[in-house]
């Protein structure tokens, strides 16, 4: 009863804090400082078309290597928990023959749309983090229909680890030849704006997170579905 | 354009309630992922296409699959010991 009671006051607590937001609410029509700085310079300065994918890699380009950070160390703790009880050889019924002529039809076309999806990051909606989502997403309709299927943890870790590494070492360059300093975008000459090689290095850095994420989600798929034969090194 | 949106809004809430609310596994990681699924589409409505992208592979695509293996090893440890 007493915890009932502190309950319904914790609800009413939080709803007369958020009443103010809700109550006084009233929709923005013009953009602040910085955010009309980002929509109206942002095409002319870095050239990408994409406003969204100019703030996230360049703009806040370290905010970026944060969350690609977190999702690394997700993913290796993943793998490390999940590799301590694995059961080697336990046999999976195979999916079905719907699911399996599906899936070969499917797979390649998903991972090709993946890729589509980050090599465009700056032209289209979409980037480094929706294309690696998507390349995942077809890594588990394979290991949905076809769960005995060796997976190839190395080639996925090497390809993490060094996509992770470009990342750091363009924005490294970034520092170092451009002017404004860290993930600038600009060493690269800006392009034709609107065209697939333009936006001088967002392509590049947008195309080395996708593989980044991809790998990583892929692997925490993999280490989930348990018994992976990895190859040993 | 504004009925629709509240339609998708209430579908959405009511998914995500289900999800807690329900006793079986299941259907709360499948009600789960459909909260997902309806948030993208919101995402779509409001001009957030790449939010929508992220939350339609994430939200409702691998963690709905991750739940299930993930419960599969639950279930299996449980046999076990």
Redesign the interface.
Known sequence: MVKKGFILLMIVALGFMLWDFVGNYSSKTELADVSSHYVEQGPEELGAA?V??SVVVTYRGLDTLGEVTILFAAAAVVGLLLHLNRNENEQRREGSELLKTGTALLFPLILLFGVY?FINGHLT???G??GG??I??AV?LSV?SDPNKKAGHTALTVIESLSGLTYVLLGAAGAILAVNGFLDNRILPLGEYGSLLSAGLIPAIYSVVGLKVGSE?SS??IS???DSKEEEV | MNIIFLIIAVFTVAMALYAVMTKDRTMAVLAAGATGLFASILFVMMAAPDVAMTEAAIGSGLTTFIFFFALRKVKRGQKNG
């Open positions: 994409n969204v994918t999806v909606p979409g980037g983090f929706q989502a998507i995942a997403s588990v949905l989600l925490v798929v989930f579905k348990g």
